[in-house]
């Protein structure tokens, strides 16, 4: 049981962080504060993902991302995830799953659309669309945060970037729960459903494709990348999965981001007061709740040579999981971390987006449109009471809610 172990088996080897359990019932603090104390590098013998390495202190975590060509994110390894690529039918080629130099060709070919002057661009409709909605929810009623507030701006932002069909947007949120499920990629039970989608979401995207391929030119992503030079080097496949990971990479992490906020109202409600009277603390606490929130809890690796880490010989072929959600709790970088600061002086230094060549490239369009939101709900001078407790996902990668019922007192 997961709450048992937190609480403190003796056998080191026993303890499976990536038990979706932990999540659930919020017990990974204790757990990962016991594992950068007393085994950092950590080796699970046990449990559906086993066997694998734990990586929990920042340092160890940092080292890793700053060695890709040791520590590889390819498909052709194991992927990014705890859960084995290997065993998987349906693997898209995207970036965030090679290695260079063929990462770097392809990321480059989207980081144009995530510059300081892109994200100029795209506040406006962002902001439009946030300030819509949220003057159309309702004031002294009990609704579900995640699907009218979260899921939805979330799934605006990503339609507004790609200018994806607008009334098919919520495909978007199914398809992206369905791609980053790893629990239901690894049961047999629910595999051959989660393969059928992620099917029909490549025949959908293969779809847009298409009739993009004619048209001229506009300013969206995808029409960037259809136009990008790059591209001729991209075959259908690779564009097709880049575009996937962009919307899967975007969506889950928003959107639990957004829910996280709610979270640290309710959890912290002097840090919404502070925002009141010093909108300049806006920037730092969008830092501080992604930091708190840490959307992925983990990215993976794969050794592709023998190598040492904080002592622990590391073989060929072993799956490294670096557990974000830990680095950003480890007292050694920040000072009583498990609290919510919105001026905490280093919430920027927070590893909730990676470090190195695989550094989210969208980081800046998700905290634009956290940015946003805070802003326009403090212009409204709008409360947000956590009604009940938030039921959360079952999942050792996604760190996020499936309902959070609340009730705005003000607005
Ligand atoms: C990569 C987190 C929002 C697109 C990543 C990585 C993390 C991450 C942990 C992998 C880093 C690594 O392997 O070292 C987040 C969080 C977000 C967020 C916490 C929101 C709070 C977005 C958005 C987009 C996006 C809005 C695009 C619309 C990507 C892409 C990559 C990536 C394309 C691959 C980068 C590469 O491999 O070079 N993100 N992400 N992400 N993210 Fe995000």
């Not at 002592?311 to 971390?337: C, L």
């Not at 989210?360 to 940015?371: I, M, N, P, T, Y």
């Not at 996604?398 to 019922?405: A, P, W």
Request: charge should be negative; include cysteine.
């Amino acid at each position: 049981m997961a709450t048992k172990v937190a609480a403190g088996i003796s056998d080191l080897a026993a303890i499976d962080p990536a038990d979706y359990r932990y999540f659930t019932e919020q017990t990974w603090p204790a757990l990962f504060a016991r594992l950068r104390a007393e085994d950092p590098v950590h080796y699970c013998t046990e449990g559906m993902f086993a066997p694998y390495w734990s990586v929990t202190r920042y340092k160890d975590i940092v080292h890793v991302e700053a060695l890709p060509d040791i520590y590889s994110s390819s498909w052709e390894y194991g992927g990014i995830t705890v859960l084995d690529a290997l065993d998987q039918e349906l693997k898209f080629p995207m970036f965030i799953a090679m290695d260079r130099p063929q990462h770097t060709a392809e990321r480059r070919v989207v980081a144009p659309a995530f510059t300081p002057s892109e994200m100029q661009r795209l506040a406006g409709p962002i902001r439009a669309r946030t300030a819509a909605l949220l003057d159309g929810l309702p004031v002294g009623e009990t609704f579900d945060w995640v699907d009218r507030v979260s899921i939805e701006l979330t799934t605006q932002m990503l339609a507004i970037l790609f200018d994806f069909p607008w009334e098919d947007r919520r495909l978007l949120t199914k398809w992206s729960d369905w791609a980053g499920d790893v629990q239901a990629a690894a049961d047999p039970a629910m595999r051959e459903e989660r393969t059928r989608i992620l099917y029909e979401m490549g025949a959908y995207f293969h779809g847009l494709w298409q009739a993009r391929l004619n048209a001229p030119p506009a300013p969206d992503l995808l029409s960037m990348m259809i136009h990008s030079e790059a591209l001729s080097k991209m075959d259908e496949q690779e564009f097709i999965g880049n575009l996937v990971l962009l919307i899967v990479g975007g969506n889950d992490t928003t959107r639990n981001s957004m829910t996280g906020l709610v979270r640290t109202m309710h959890e912290f409600p002097g840090e919404w007061e502070k925002l009141k009277v010093d909108r300049s603390l806006i920037p730092n606490a969008v830092s501080e709740l992604i930091r708190w929130q840490t959307p992925l809890a983990h990215m993976r690796r794969t050794a592709k040579e023998d190598t040492e880490l904080g002592g622990k010989i590391i073989r060929k072929g072993d799956k490294v999981v670096m557990w974000y959600i830990s680095a950003n709790r480890d007292t050694e970088v920040f000072e009583d971390p498990d609290r919510v600061d919105f001026a905490r002086e280093n919430a920027r230094r927070h590893l909730s987006f990676g470090y190195g060549i695989h550094r989210c490239v969208g980081a800046r369009l998700a905290e634009l449109q956290l940015s946003i939101l805070i802003e326009e709900m403090l212009a409204r001078g709008m409360d947000v009471e956590a009604v009940a407790p938030p039921v959360r996902v079952p999942s050792p990668f996604i760190n996020g809610y499936k309902e959070q019922m609340v009730r705005i007192t003000k607005g």
